[in-house]
């Protein structure tokens, strides 16, 4: 099989739906039916991550106009090239696929990720939701097939954007192999000691923005001695959490963690007592999966697509409910065998997630359709 990816973010993005691609694109490259990959990108890559390229060729605008134009290339410009590659499939990974005005030739799966936009439209601005309502509306119905991250998300899109349901598959994503890997004591030691951080430690990993709601973690641990590692970058809602922190004197109870590779996160989450996730919303909630494969417990929202990421051994909890939240977290703290035997369970189900099954799942869609 020879097939096209919308590969703009898998150069140019470098957390969520850039981390999504190159993962699908490394676990990809070792099954010998899918022959070629061709990678459509607007411009020179910006990332200097690795990108598995084994199999893949680069397709960059051509002519005058698309080249001074890219993103209008990106819109619709791509299609003359995607036809005259002959491709088998062409795969939108993040929600979008080129505007087709003749349908004709190569046939297009999308991938649709959350829908968090319409389903929780008071964390997007009017004219964001506007523009994504109208680029997921479109791919969906004119795709071919639809994948989703989740059963949470294939619901949504059966609710929000009036999909059948049989023109949709459920393919979980997995996470980076680093956080697969087991470190050692003396590894583990240096990276806390980098970011000063005591011998146990909250973790939580994620754009410091609202629907995040990790202002509850921090109102949870007041008047308390717990410590709290918040791993990401910041939206306009971290002045917020940086001025309850300071109202409160808690400027040495919270480290922000900026700046670091993902082998010393990974490194970093299993270091940790525990992950806490008390999120509003995700599409499925990678931090969850990094932490069950780190083999440290989880504390997380009931509900929405959480179960599915965190399975049935996490403890579950009111994201508003900061009483619980600490008494979640306490229970953790004193009790190590409870902690031994979250971890221990939570690796068994992460396995659902690994790349063969992730890999596999997806080339039978592959040749399914075909």
């Not at 956080?179 to 990993?205: D, G, W």
């Amino acid at each position: 099989m020879r097939i096209g990816y919308d590969a703009k973010r898998i150069f140019h993005n470098r957390t969520g739906l850039g981390n999504y691609g190159r993962d699908i694109l490394r676990i990809l490259n070792s099954y010998p039916e899918l022959e070629e990959f061709y990678l459509f990108n607007t411009k020179t890559p910006s990332i200097d991550r690795k990108v598995a390229l084994e199999k893949s060729t680069i397709v960059y605008p051509s002519g005058w106009f698309w080249k001074n134009f890219p993103s209008l290339w990106r819109l619709f410009g791509q299609w003359n090239q995607i036809n005259d590659l002959r491709l088998d499939w062409y795969h939108g990974l993040s929600g979008e696929i080129p505007i087709q005005f003749k349908k004709r030739g190569t046939s297009k799966i999308v991938t649709i990720h959350d829908l968090i936009f319409i389903s929780h439209p008071q964390y997007y601005k009017f004219w964001d939701r506007i523009i994504y309502k109208l680029k997921f509306y479109y791919a969906v119905h004119a795709a071919n097939h639809i994948v989703a991250i989740s059963e949470q998300t294939k619901r949504d899109i059966i609710k929000f954007l009036k999909v059948s349901p049989h023109k949709i598959t459920v393919v979980y994503q997995g996470c980076h192999s680093a956080f697969k890997t087991t470190y050692s004591q003396e590894e583990k030691e240096k990276v806390r000691a980098e970011h000063n951080l005591p011998k146990q430690f909250i973790l939580n990993v994620g754009t410091i923005q609202e629907r995040k709601n990790v202002l509850a973690i921090i109102k949870a641990i007041k008047d308390t001695t717990y410590h709290l590692a918040l791993v990401g970058g910041e939206k306009s809602y971290a002045k917020k959490v940086r001025r309850y922190i300071t109202e409160h004197q808690m400027q040495d109870q919270v480290t922000f963690v900026k700046k670091i590779g993902v082998q010393d996160l990974a490194i970093l989450y299993q270091a940790a007592t525990l992950l806490c996730y008390p999120s509003y919303c995700e599409g499925f909630g990678i931090p969850l999966i990094e932490a069950l494969f780190s083999k440290i417990p989880v504390i997380v929202t009931k509900g929405g697509c959480f179960p599915e990421a965190a399975g049935p051994d996490a403890l579950y909890i009111d994201p508003d409910n900061t009483t619980e939240i600490q008494e979640k977290i306490k229970k953790l703290y004193d009790n190590p065998e409870l902690r031994k035997e979250m971890t221990d369970k939570g690796f068994s189900y992460v396995q659902r997630f690994n790349d063969e099954n992730v890999g596999a799942n997806l080339v039978a869609l592959y040749k399914k359709l075909a």
